[in-house]
């Protein structure tokens, strides 16, 4: 997969933005747009916003792929013979694609609000999942790794009320003797904006 078939798949083009994340409370009021469609007006919150495109997260990838450092790759376990720009595609395309479809919720509940903010610190947040060679051997290589499934639960130790367990787990496309490697966070929601509490925490599950 090369950079212009990535692009063609998620639809996008080479400008500076193509996605933004916005925190903040609904006004109450209602607009229209130039396309016909009515969308409520929200008051954003500028400490939680985020704009990203998901090339330059390409780049990020391909930068960390090709930093020197070796590459666990399922091919060739023992070293990294493998085409790391190939891998960085695939790992953004399945990775970027699914999180961005996960994320298409109106945002209104505390489930979804929960999920929107992991999902958007992991796409943000990108360079050290990337770089980390442990999580590259427990998925068996970045270019094998795709999302199973996102899950949304409320935490067990609970203080303001809003705070919920958001796993994301990856599988190997290739190998599902891997299993599943599971990146869980915990978000509290009782502000307009979000916040991660405490360290991601990763483990295994089958």
Same mark, same amino acid.
């Given at each position: 997969? +090369?950079?212009? $078939?990535?692009?063609?798949?998620?639809?996008?083009? &080479?400008?500076? &933005?193509?996605?933004?994340?916005? *925190?903040?409370?609904? +006004?109450?009021?209602?607009?229209? =747009?130039?396309?016909? $469609? +009515?969308?409520?007006?929200?008051?954003?919150?500028? @400490?939680?916003?985020?704009?990203?495109?998901?090339?330059?997260? #390409?780049?990020?990838?391909? /930068?960390?792929?090709?930093?020197?450092?070796? %590459?666990?790759?399922?091919?060739?376990? +023992?070293?990294?013979?493998?085409?790391?720009?190939?891998?960085?595609?695939?790992?953004?395309?399945?990775?970027?694609?699914?999180?961005? /479809?996960? &994320?298409?919720?109106?945002?209104?509940?505390?489930?979804?609000?929960?999920?929107?903010? &992991? *999902?958007?610190? =992991? #796409?943000?947040? %990108?360079?050290? #999942?990337?770089?980390?060679?442990?999580?590259?051997?427990?998925?068996?290589?970045? /270019?094998? %790794?795709?999302?199973?499934?996102?899950?949304?639960?409320?935490?067990?130790?609970?203080?303001?009320?809003?705070?919920?367990?958001?796993?994301?787990?990856?599988?190997?496309?290739?190998?599902?003797?891997?299993?599943?490697?599971?990146?869980?966070?915990?978000?509290?929601?009782?502000?307009?904006?979000? %916040?991660? #509490?405490?360290?991601? @925490?990763?483990?295994?599950?089958?």
């Amino acid at each position: 997969m +090369t950079t212009d $078939d990535l692009r063609l798949f998620l639809f996008e083009d &080479a400008g500076p &933005a193509t996605h933004l994340a916005i *925190a903040g409370e609904l +006004t109450g009021k209602r607009v229209k =747009l130039s396309t016909g $469609d +009515t969308v409520e007006v929200i008051e954003p919150e500028l @400490r939680g916003m985020s704009t990203w495109n998901t090339l330059a997260l #390409l780049n990020v990838a391909k /930068e960390k792929l090709t930093s020197g450092r070796p %590459v666990f790759s399922s091919s060739s376990p +023992t070293g990294p013979v493998f085409d790391p720009t190939s891998a960085a595609n695939l790992f953004v395309g399945r990775i970027a694609s699914r999180l961005y /479809e996960s &994320a298409r919720n109106d945002g209104k509940s505390d489930q979804e609000r929960a999920m929107n903010w &992991a *999902a958007t610190s =992991l #796409l943000v947040n %990108v360079r050290p #999942l990337l770089g980390n060679p442990i999580f590259q051997q427990s998925v068996g290589g970045l /270019e094998n %790794v795709a999302i199973s499934d996102i899950q949304v639960n409320p935490t067990s130790c609970r203080r303001s009320g809003q705070e919920y367990d958001v796993q994301i787990a990856f599988f190997n496309t290739q190998n599902t003797l891997f299993g599943l490697t599971v990146l869980a966070s915990t978000v509290d929601v009782s502000d307009v904006v979000p %916040v991660t #509490l405490g360290n991601t @925490r990763v483990f295994n599950r089958r």
